[in-house]
């Protein structure tokens, strides 16, 4: 999108833009910075392997006719549990 200040920055996705815009320390988003590179740039950068799972995850929830809201809803759900995974590991 144009003149918008959270989005696609370089080459980095949105969620890059947001960890570095607001000074995001968290291992664990980092990590998931990565595989949301992956699966969102398609440029195998971080080499994650995991980005298909979200990948394939996030878009069969579209097939499935959920709304917008209700991929987002799902998507912080997943990604809160993600993330509590990774801070565990």
């Known amino acids: 999108m144009a003149d918008v200040e959270f989005t696609h920055h ?8 947001l960890i570095k815009r607001f000074g995001v320390e968290d ?16 440029d195998d950068k971080f080499h994650r392997i995991d980005c298909i799972g979200i990948d ?4 069969g929830w579209g097939r499935l006719g959920l709304t917008d809201e209700e991929i987002m809803k799902n998507g912080f ?5 993600l993330s509590a995974w990774l801070r565990e590991r």
């Open 77 to 81: 759900e997943c990604f809160d549990a």
């Open 10 to 17: 370089g080459d980095d996705c949105t969620f890059e833009t």
């Open 56 to 59: 394939r995850v996030l878009k």
């Open 27 to 42: 291992k664990a988003a980092h990590l998931i910075a990565e595989m949301i590179h992956d699966a969102d740039l398609e």
